[in-house]
Nanobody
Framework: QVQVVESGGGLVQAGGSLRLSCTASGLTVNDKAMAWFRQAPGKEREGVSCIAASGFSDDYADTVKGRFTISRDNTKNTLYLQMNSLKPEDTAMYYC????????????????????WGQGTQVTVSS
């Protein structure tokens, strides 16, 4: 049984930092791209960042470029998202997703291309 579990969310002041983690079990992720999505109340879920299976290629939404860093440790089946200089508009439920392909490709922000999802971890940034 495949499980994807996020952790590391919480309440932080604007300008602060958080590090999210996502651990997958029941599957091997070293040949699969992984990504972070987020969904704020009343808004659609949006792609935040994606990283290829090797960890050597990644992409970011324009809204988080320069502030967030995605990384992975395939020996631990774990994905990370380091979030710095957080803003109130970063407040959302953050989801981890696993894609069956090796690379993210240009369409990575489309949810339909991801096969496994976690339940999410809440990030709240106060002003």
């Amino acid at each position: 049984q495949v499980q994807v579990v996020e952790s590391g969310g919480g309440l932080v002041q604007a300008g602060g930092s958080l590090r999210l983690s996502c651990t997958a079990s029941g599957l091997t992720v070293n040949d699969k791209a992984m990504a972070w999505f987020r969904q704020a109340p009343g808004k659609e879920r949006e792609g935040v960042s994606c990283i290829a299976a090797s960890g050597f290629s990644d992409d970011y939404a324009d809204t988080v470029k320069g502030r967030f860093t995605i990384s992975r440790d395939n020996t631990k089946n774990t994905l990370y998202l380091q979030m710095n200089s957080l803003k109130p508009e970063d407040t959302a439920m953050y989801y981890c997703a696993v894609k069956s392909s090796y690379f993210c490709y240009g369409s990575w922000q489309r949810q339909a291309y991801f096969d496994y999802w976690g339940q999410g971890t809440q990030v709240t940034v106060s002003s």
